[in-house]
């Protein structure tokens, strides 16, 4: 099947009970057993539930995975893929990954044992280089959040494979309509399904996606004993909203770089972030695995950020993204706040930056919105 059919059809078939079209939201903790020792398919909502396999199963075949999981957040999906390593394990991580992972690595997962080097992924030698005997994972953000850099995913594939690493690939600001990771030897896909798997900022979510039996166990034990996994309101939520992903994503896209190409001439702009810019350095690449860029666009402002913001009527001043508004946040002080000024430094992340989510509105009146808010700037 084509894209566009697995978004409707994956994951779901008519209820067997009604005949509902629509994915039933089997809204219980927990389900009879058909006998001592014997349960049905699911037995208790935190270790499975069946509007959760729905969705599961439809994130499983639009990333090309043999198994998807659903997590109450993005941050709790990260926090289950992390856990499969052990005291002592050392992760390598792009450096100007979102501000909530970053967070969960340096200040909480170190506590028990785990090592970080947060590196930019853009070079082989250089990862080979921060390679340890006990690296056990590389950890990639493509495009990232906020930069948009793109990192070559054949290229940490390779590496991994000849080091016995595992890979693991956020692909939020992506998702399996413009990228999948899979295809380039990625093993583990993550995503918060908050942003454009759901699609209209009104539920948390996030997925794993495995590639292997093996790690396919792995994910299911974190999920049941860490008890991360997503409600079953929730998952239905985000199963209706990937039937449309496929438009949305186009028309975030088609927005993204008719503003990206407005704010690459003016004149209080100073530098553009978007990898559907020809002059984006990692615009060949993006155009090798992606098929398309995305609805995500950075800039870094002349001028003061505050009265650029209360220019806005359009754009409205919140985190997150993926939604159909569009938003703008200061990543410094919103979305990447939690990273430190150290870290935000070294990522390049400045306070000049703003993060543009493009969303369905018509361009014109978004590119003209942000005329507004650059004029008082």
């Known amino acids: 099947m084509k894209f566009n059919t697995k978004s409707v059809h994956s994951g779901r078939e008519p209820c067997p009970a009604t005949g509902a079209i629509t994915t039933p939201i089997w809204q219980t903790s927990t389900f009879v057993f058909d006998d001592y020792g014997k349960p049905k398919e699911h037995d208790y909502t935190r270790t499975s539930n069946p509007t959760r396999k729905a969705l599961e199963d439809a994130l499983a075949e639009l990333e090309g995975g043999n198994a ?21 394990d050392h992760v390598i991580v792009c450096d100007d990954c979102y501000g909530g992972t970053y967070r969960l690595f340096s200040e909480i997962m170190t506590r028990f044992g ?14 080979q280089d921060a390679i340890k005997p006990n690296t056990m994972l590389i950890w990639t ?35 399996p309509y413009f990228l999948k990771p899979v295809d380039f030897g990625i093993d583990l896909v993550m995503h918060s399904t908050t942003k454009y798997l759901n699609g209209h900022c009104d539920v948390i979510g996030g997925a794993v996606i495995t590639t292997t039996d093996e790690l396919k166990e792995k994910v299911h034990f974190q999920l049941n004993g860490l008890g991360t996994g997503e409600a079953p309101f929730d998952a239905w939520l985000i199963l209706r909203g990937i039937k449309t992903l496929p438009l949305r994503m186009e028309k975030h896209a088609a927005n993204a770089i008719a503003v990206a190409e407005y704010l690459q001439d003016h004149p209080k702009v100073n530098e553009v972030f978007y990898p559907g810019l020809p002059s984006h350095k990692g615009h060949e690449i993006a155009k090798k695995q992606m098929n398309g860029f995305g609805g995500v666009v950075s800039f870094k402002l002349k001028g003061d950020i505050r009265s650029f913001l209360n220019g806005l009527e359009l754009f409205s001043l919140a985190e ?30 400045t306070d000049d930056l703003i993060r543009l989510s493009i969303g369905l509105e018509d361009a014109e009146d978004l590119i003209a919105d942000i005329g507004k808010g650059l004029s008082g700037a």
């Open 68 to 88: 998807g999981f659903a997590f109450s957040s993005g941050m709790a999906a990260i926090t289950t893929i992390i856990h499969i390593l052990k005291a002592g």
């Open 114 to 127: 785990l090592e970080f080097t947060f590196l930019r992924l853009d070079d082989e030698e250089k990862i």
């Open 141 to 175: 953000e493509t495009p990232s959040n906020p930069l948009l850099n793109i990192t070559d995913l054949e290229m940490i594939s390779k590496i991994a494979r000849e080091q016995d690493i595992l890979t693991v690939t956020d692909n939020t600001f992506s998702s």
């Open 320 to 349: 997150s993204l993926g939604g159909a508004d569009s938003l703008v946040e200061h990543a410094a002080t919103m979305s990447h706040a939690s990273m430190g000024e150290e870290g935000r430094k070294n990522a390049g992340i």
